[in-house]
């Protein structure tokens, strides 16, 4: 009851449908594994040129 009373609708989502706030960290953990990736690719090309330049 008490979380029905704090969050209304949004206390029990189901289907797949997050609370707000789970939906936000879950996005931003993708943004950031998705950042991480294209850092290891620009790290990898980085070093790939770097050795044509000796």
Do not use: C, V, W
Not at 10 to 27: H, T, V, Y
Not at 36 to 53: C, Q, S, V
């Amino acid at each position: 009851m008490a979380e029905y009373k704090k969050d209304g609708q949004q206390a029990f989502p189901g289907s797949g449908q997050l609370k707000s706030e789970d939906k936000a960290i879950r996005d931003l953990q993708k943004r950031i594994r998705d950042l991480e990736e294209e850092n290891d690719i620009l790290k990898k090309t980085m070093h790939f040129f770097a050795k044509d330049r000796r």
